[in-house]
């Protein structure tokens, strides 16, 4: 009885990803500050960080990895390249062009960071 459901939904996915990726790849650039963090637990774990883009206003959920995550700060900002397939979706290939994400900090996020003065090495003592 349950067969058929998964059955059709296997297949529709399936055909979404042939749709978007056998379509006219586009490339798209966005850029922007991180203004949320999320992760999201089930069998794995995801990590995405929120964009708003500062072309477009919108806001752009970016799934990176855990290790990324941990480093990134709510501030930072982020500069992306994806393509767009036929029906819209967002994507990268894991290897290759286009690169991804790449993140920096922003001005303000860094002033807030903590010094990293080491009592041994002299500073801070008078």
């Known amino acids: 009885m349950l067969a ?3 059955g059709a939904l ?5 055909l979404i990803a042939f749709a978007n990726f056998t379509g006219p790849h586009s490339p798209v650039h966005f850029e922007g500050a991180i203004v949320d963090k999320r992760i999201h637990r ?5 990590y995405d960080v929120i964009v708003r883009d500062v072309g477009s206003g919108r ?13 990134v700060r709510i501030g930072d900002v ?4 994806y393509r767009v397939g036929r029906w819209g979706l ?9 690169r991804g994400c790449v993140f920096r900090r922003s001005a303000s996020a860094a002033a807030d960071e903590p010094s990293r003065c080491r009592p041994a090495a002299g500073c801070g003592e008078r």
């Open 78 to 81: 982020a500069s992306c390249d």
């Open 4 to 6: 058929p459901l998964i």
């Open 42 to 46: 089930s069998k794995s774990t995801t």
């Open 10 to 14: 296997l297949i529709w996915a399936h």
């Open 90 to 98: 967002v994507y990268r290939w894991q290897h290759g062009e286009p």
């Open 59 to 71: 806001e752009v959920a970016v799934f990176i990895h855990g290790s990324v995550y941990r480093t």
